[in-house]
């Protein structure tokens, strides 16, 4: 897509460093609302990372394994086990074998998340809803795609993050595929 031909170079710059602000003060108020769940749950910041992961692939239709858990989050294949271990005992997941192959293991987001989920979050998911209410279907359509793609940069740049310089710079490869909508609650 090219820039919009009406709008002048320093303001379509400052349009982007509030873009840039915006997305910096979303992203601290995030991990503050992150935060707090997590001290009320007493999940350590890997355990709410991995329960995230679990609750998106279960709502993608492909429940995690401990392997793609382990890849998703960076960790080892033991370190995984201990995350998935201390979720278990605090009845966020379940492990459970795959109905079709019983030799894989499958960790589900259990009932008793979802309910502790819909408790703390409800609240943020009216004033999202009323926050969202206010804007076209249209516009909402390209928040997707551009969170989409900002949040294909980030993973891009933080895997790569040890690299040097040099990924700084790469570019982010097309537009993101439209995802469901997913909250904490299911």
Not at 9 to 17: F, N
Not at 71 to 99: F, K, Y
Not at 153 to 162: I, P, S, V
């Amino acid at each position: 897509m090219t820039p919009d031909p009406t709008t002048s170079d320093d303001a379509r710059r400052q349009l982007r460093a509030d873009i840039v602000t915006r997305l910096q003060v979303l992203t601290t108020q995030s991990r503050h609302v992150a935060q707090a769940f997590s001290q009320q749950e007493r999940l350590a910041h890997s355990d709410l990372d991995a329960l995230l992961f679990v609750m998106h692939e279960e709502a993608a239709g492909s429940p995690a394994t401990p392997g793609g858990i382990a890849d998703a989050l960076g960790l080892t294949s033991g370190a995984a086990t201990g995350v998935i271990d201390r979720l278990t005992r605090a009845g966020h997941v379940e492990r459970r074998r795959d109905e079709r192959d019983r030799r894989i293991v499958r960790v589900h987001y259990s009932e008793h998340a979802q309910q502790i989920a819909r408790g703390f979050f409800a609240p943020l998911g009216r004033l999202t809803d009323a926050v969202m209410s206010g804007y076209t279907d249209v516009e909402l359509d390209v928040v997707v795609r551009f969170l989409g793609q900002m949040g294909g940069a980030m993973e891009q740049y933080a895997k790569g993050a040890g690299a040097g310089p040099a990924q700084a710079t790469a570019q982010p490869t097309g537009p993101a595929p439209a995802q469901p909508e997913r909250t904490l609650d299911g």
